[in-house]
T-cell receptor, first 114, second 114 residues
Framework: GQQVMQIPQYQHVQEGEDFTTYCNSSTTLSNIQWYKQRPGGHPVFLIQLVKSGEVKKQKRLTFQFGEAKKNSSLHITATQTTDVGTYFCAGPGYSGAGSYQLTFGKGTKLSVIP | EAQVTQNPRYLITVTGKKLTVTCSQNMNHEYMSWYRQDPGLGLRQIYYSMNVEVTDKGDVPEGYKVSRKEKRNFPLILESPSPNQTSLYFC?????????????FGNGTRLTVT
């Protein structure tokens, strides 16, 4: 079945440094979604990318979808303590009988040292 | 306020004692799903429902049951809980199926089976 790999698993950065997490799929994706889970919280949808080569920005966050639609990245510029949490990517995978389900990467846990 | 409501937030039970975790959404979403989250394993799908009376297995369905008698409710049933079902559980819903719509997650239920 489809696999979504995410690296790194953990990242510790000094406040103000940049951060990037990478997501790779074993299959071509129709779209990719990114979620953020704060410590003790639930995953919250951040963004969805659909087009090949698409780049979207949300303030200090930049999301990219690869040309082949098999990889994606999330880059945070000048991290802040409010960025702490685990970032997940997720892509739809075929689950049989014409049905597609979201498969999540294992996430990148970001720690920010003040 | 649009939301997915799970209850209870915390549950401690003993092996073999049947339990139900409730999930309700007020967004008129057709699609609902249950995930479990374990350290190092990320979010894994247990069951999902494309619409009322339509449910299907996810990646880790063993030991779980679900029902979808009404559009808004999607309870998760553990007929005979075992310690390996100790986990953090999330219910989620989306407007459309197939991994193409953003998921809205509940606050989670932390289950401990002794």
């Amino acid at each position: 079945g489809q696999q979504v790999m995410q690296i790194p698993q953990y990242q510790h950065v000094q406040e103000g440094e940049d951060f990037t997490t990478y997501c790779n799929s074993s299959t071509t994706l129709s779209n990719i979604q990114w979620y953020k889970q704060r410590p003790g919280g639930h995953p919250v949808f951040l963004i969805q990318l659909v087009k090949s080569g698409e780049v979207k920005k949300q303030k200090r966050l930049t999301f990219q979808f690869g040309e082949a639609k098999k990889n994606s990245s999330l880059h945070i510029t000048a991290t802040q303590t409010t960025d702490v949490g685990t970032y997940f990517c997720a892509g739809p995978g075929y689950s049989g009988a014409g049905s597609y389900q979201l498969t999540f990467g294992k996430g990148t846990k970001l720690s920010v040292i003040p | 306020e649009a939301q997915v409501t799970q209850n209870p937030r915390y549950l401690i039970t003993v092996t073999g004692k049947k339990l139900t975790v409730t999930c309700s959404q007020n967004m008129n979403h057709e699609y609902m799903s249950w995930y479990r989250q374990d350290p190092g394993l990320g979010l894994r799908q247990i069951y999902y429902s494309m619409n009322v009376e339509v449910t299907d297995k996810g990646d880790v369905p063993e030991g779980y049951k679900v029902s979808r008698k009404e559009k808004r409710n999607f309870p998760l049933i553990l007929e005979s809980p075992s310690p390996n079902q100790t986990s953090l559980y999330f219910c989620a819903s989306s407007l459309g199926p197939g991994g193409n719509s953003p998921l809205h997650f509940g606050n989670g239920t932390r289950l401990t089976v002794t």
